[in-house]
């Protein structure tokens, strides 16, 4: 049972608030700025670094939607990010809330667009159409009811087989030794992050990594999966790689608090 107290809170001006009620927004992007507003304003500070997955665990909400309402906020003015590829995004409450912005308009759904062309479409093909030569008399044209006729039949009497269509031979994909241009990517060292390794250690792993794979002659047809593979692997030597575990957050650590 949920029992918040009033000794801890999130200090908020009463003209911010009443701005964010004013706001034309989806409840998508409502709980991601809510959440930047506690990660921020809630610890005292402007900025914060947050990532994907902390969106995802606070909100509730999945990735692709996080990403899409992160970058509509940004686009609106009303959030403002900072990233350097290294460390996790930072972002801060744009306060000048006159500088926000609209949020871009939703896209009709396909399927009404494809039903408005094929019904202006078909209004127009019978004006459209070009009437066809005969083949045997050149001057005289086809009638519309030979053209919607049916073919006359063959006078040999057999139906004729549809030729079999061929198929395309795939380029078959082989597998090659460690490539040349081979690295860690922003995603490859996000996922390894994810898995518990240490920032700072990817780099000693990765060469570990190299060192195994040349000494006994690997071979993949996609390298990244492979990569994947292996920091998933609960190896004994890659403990050294690890983080140290993390100290809990403040609400993670006291659990639900009791009443007074």
């Known amino acids: 049972m949920a029992n918040p107290q009033p000794d801890q809170y999130l200090k908020l001006s009463n003209e911010l608030s009443e701005a964010m009620c004013r706001a034309p927004w989806l409840p998508y992007h409502v709980r991601c700025f809510v959440f930047i507003m506690r990660q921020t304003y809630g610890f005292n500070r402007t900025w914060a670094e947050i990532r994907n997955r902390d969106f995802v665990k606070a909100t509730g909400i999945n990735k692709a939607n996080i990403c899409r309402a992160i970058r509509q906020l940004v686009g609106a003015n009303a959030v403002v990010v900072q990233s350097d590829n290294k460390k996790a995004p930072s972002y801060r409450i744009q306060k000048d809330y006159d500088l926000w912005g609209s949020?871009?308009?939703?896209?009709?759904?396909?399927?009404?667009?494809?039903?408005?062309?094929?019904?202006?479409?078909?209004?127009?093909?019978?004006?459209?159409?070009?009437?066809?030569?005969?083949?045997?008399?050149?001057?005289?044209?086809?009638?519309?009811?030979?053209?919607s006729a049916d073919p006359p039949p063959d006078p040999s009497g057999q139906e004729k087989k549809p030729t079999p269509k061929?198929?395309?031979?795939?380029?078959?994909?082989?597998?090659?030794?460690?490539?040349?241009?081979?690295?860690?990517?922003?995603?490859?060292?996000?996922?390894?992050?994810?898995?518990?390794?240490?920032?700072?250690?990817?780099?000693?792993?990765?060469?570990?990594?190299?060192?195994?794979?040349?000494?006994?002659?690997?071979?993949?047809?996609n390298w990244r999966s492979a990569y994947r593979n292996m920091i998933r692997a609960d190896w004994k030597a890659h403990k050294i790689y690890k983080s140290p575990a993390k100290a809990p957050r403040p609400w993670e650590k006291y659990g639900k608090e009791t009443p007074q």
């Open 103 to 147: 949020l871009p308009a939703r896209r009709k759904p396909l399927s009404n667009q494809a039903t408005t062309v094929v019904q202006s479409d078909n209004k127009t093909l019978s004006n459209q159409a070009t009437p066809i030569y005969n083949k045997d008399k050149k001057d005289n044209l086809k009638t519309p009811a030979e053209l």
């Open 166 to 221: 061929t198929k395309k031979k795939r380029a078959k994909t082989i597998a090659t030794g460690w490539p040349k241009d081979f690295g860690i990517s922003n995603g490859m060292a996000e996922f390894a992050i994810e898995h518990g390794y240490d920032p700072a250690k990817l780099d000693q792993l990765m060469q570990a990594w190299h060192d195994q794979c040349d000494a006994k002659g690997y071979k993949y047809k």
